[in-house]
């Protein structure tokens, strides 16, 4: 899906045509289109391909004309034109609180700034205040803006995007630099499903050779600071990377501490106290010997302390000290427990392969089963499928069963839980399903009470559906959640045996840790973790789903789709019999 993608280039557009001058109306349309596409459920490409661009509200001809430039050539005349004109550096410009896009263009044309830092220097030496239409005022408000900032945090990167740009990173390092020992610490170790900058920790006998090399990477935009044991980069994603070089024997104590989280490694901290010891980023020390007693393997640091060796993942003081103190860290699942994805679309309704290819990339997974879960007819901006398209499917699935046994493919359906608290089909139509999918895509805004109540009555309720996918609805650095009663839902799902999915989407993850969790923890449900791909690639994202399943502490017998085919089609024949 190409949607951020193309919705980036639009708000580009809106705001260098703002910066030019040009026709406000002008202006206004490129944003409503960055925000239409942003928000569309579709591939945006796939809609170009079918001719529906102009269906999409708020896109017209020309608007049309610009998505498609853009998508077979990778540029857009309009948006070319408009970088010869302004300086693209005048975006950064026009984002300083107090300045926005009109003062930039008068700073650009009367004093030539054109970065962040010239306009500090402007500002500072009260070249501003002299400015028609600007005065003493507005430069104090320039440098004040600059300063918050400064100060402000920069927006969090989705670990889709921050963990293969570190292992891109990582790779470059080992092949190009002098690196010995490697591992990527921080948010990114432990999965997080946002990372605010990439921590990288190396051993080396040539520390400066490492240096000298990172700061010539590839994917390096800006040198922020260079030292011998310390450098700081900027990717071209505004992504910050602290590349470390340690000492060998301290090396796994690094690891720890720079790992994290800040809250476990306190809370470890306090631990050690207790028992005499004293933690840090070089190592295990008796505090009265002031001997070190660990420090070069991370298992070392923890055993050092009486602890348990704890998941990366865990490590966010949610108890699992505690845990660790008594030796009953769990076996977390890993990606190789997988024994199958339980939610795609294909070609039917609005992926981008055909159900053959779904399988045998899946099967390349190692995988032993797939649900096909294209969405179902209510859905019609996603093509959703009458009944006798999925007849159509259900034949093509039987004939590839066949083919590609003892892989087995399941026929299923992603349905809408309706506004009115109906689904797409009768209980009768349902029966022809493997297995029903059911979420939530459209009508987001009903009461809390409405939501909850509507999930209950389609989905939970009903003797077909088995898995509530992407249940809170949220998308990450996009919309927030529905407002859901959880707690309701997964009482209701104990009484059923109804699933809730963790979608491995990295826009999504959804449910996140915490709610999966408590729906372990506190009613004891079962979860299925699913990739929702609708392409090929996207099958791998699995891994990301399985992150949240261990930084919510599931374990493989906690995942329905960790089951063996054998088992999992015992599942499949559980609820059928137990009708309303
Ligand atoms: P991020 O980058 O915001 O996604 O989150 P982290 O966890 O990667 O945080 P970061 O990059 O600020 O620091 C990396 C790790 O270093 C952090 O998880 C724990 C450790 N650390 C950083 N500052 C402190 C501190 O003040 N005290 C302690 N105990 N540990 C710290
Ligand atoms: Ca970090
Ligand atoms: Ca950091």
């Given at each position: 899906m190409r949607n951020k993608e193309v919705a980036e280039k639009f708000y580009e557009l809106a705001k260098l045509a703002e910066i030019a001058g040009e026709n406000p109306f002008k202006v206004r349309a490129y944003l409503e289109a960055a925000r239409r596409i942003e928000n569309l459920t579709v591939p945006i490409e796939d809609l170009a391909k079918e001719n529906k661009l102009t269906e999409i509200k708020g896109i017209g001809k020309s608007i049309a004309e610009k998505i498609e430039q853009y998508l077979n050539t990778g540029k857009i005349e309009k948006l070319e034109m408009l970088k010869e004109k302004v300086p693209p550096s005048l975006l950064e410009l026009e984002k300083v609180p107090g300045l926005g896009a009109k003062r930039a263009k008068i700073l650009y044309e009367t004093l030539g700034i054109k970065t962040v830092d010239e306009l500090r220097k402007a500002a500072e030496s009260g070249k501003i205040r002299n400015l028609p239409g600007f005065g003493e005022k507005t430069e104090k408000k320039i440098l004040e803006g600059l300063k918050s900032m400064r100060d402000k945090t920069v927006d969090r990167v989705l670990l889709g995007i921050a963990y293969p740009l570190a292992q891109s990173i990582v790779q470059e390092l080992k092949e190009n630099s002098p690196v010995d020992k490697i591992q990527v610490c921080g948010s990114i170790r432990r999965m997080k499903?946002?990372?605010g900058d990439i921590d990288i920790l190396v051993t080396s006998e040539k520390p400066d050779k490492v240096m000298d090399e990172f700061v010539k990477l590839?994917?390096?935009?800006?040198?922020i600071v260079k030292g011998d044991t310390k450098t700081s980069i900027l990717t071209h994603e505004n992504l910050q990377v602290d590349l470390r070089v340690v000492e060998p024997s301290s090396f796994g104590a690094a690891i720890q501490y720079f790992t994290g989280s800040r809250q476990h490694n306190i809370h470890l901290r306090e631990l050690a106290i207790k028992k005499g010891l004293k933690i840090n980023e070089y190592g295990v020390f008796d505090l009265s010997t002031n001997k070190k007693i660990a420090g070069e393997r991370e298992e070392d640091v923890y055993e050092a302390l009486g602890l348990q060796w704890i998941p990366p993942e865990m490590r966010e003081d949610r108890g699992e000290i505690e845990l660790a103190e008594e030796h009953r860290i769990p076996v977390l699942i890993e990606l190789k427990d997988i024994k199958g994805d339980l939610h795609m679309h294909t070609t039917y309704s609005d992926g981008t392969a055909s159900i053959e290819d779904m399988a045998k990339e899946a099967m390349k997974l190692g995988y032993e089963y797939i649900v096909i879960s294209d969405h179902a007819k209510a859905l019609g901006i996603a093509n959703g499928l009458s009944m006798e398209r999925y007849l159509e499917e259900k034949k093509e699935i039987e004939t590839l069963n066949k083919k590609y046994a003892p892989f087995k493919i399941f026929l299923g359906t992603e349905l809408n839980i309706l506004t009115d608290g109906e689904l797409d089909f009768s209980d009768e139509q349902l029966g022809i399903f493997d297995i029903c999918l059911a979420g939530i895509h459209?009508?987001?805004?009903?009461?809390k009470e409405q939501m909850t109540k509507r999930m209950i009555l389609s989905a939970i309720r009903n003797p077909y559906v088995r898995i509530i996918v992407h249940p809170t609805g949220r998308i990450l650095n996009g919309r927030g959640g529905f407002d859901l009663d959880l707690d309701k839902l997964f009482s209701e799902a104990k009484k059923r045996g109804t699933v809730f999915e963790i979608n491995s989407s990295p826009e999504r993850l959804d449910l996140n840790d915490l709610n999966a969790k408590k729906a372990k923890e506190e009613y004891g449900l079962r979860l299925s973790i699913d990739t929702d791909a609708h392409s090929i690639d996207s099958l791998h994202n699995m891994f990301y789903g399985v992150g949240v399943a261990r930084r919510a502490w599931l374990t493989k017998d906690d995942v329905i789709n960790a089951k063996s085919l054998k088992e999992f089609e015992t599942f499949l024949k559980e609820r059928k019999s137990r009708r309303k």
């Open positions: 499903e946002t990372i590839p994917q390096v935009k800006e040198v459209t009508a987001f805004n009903q009461s």
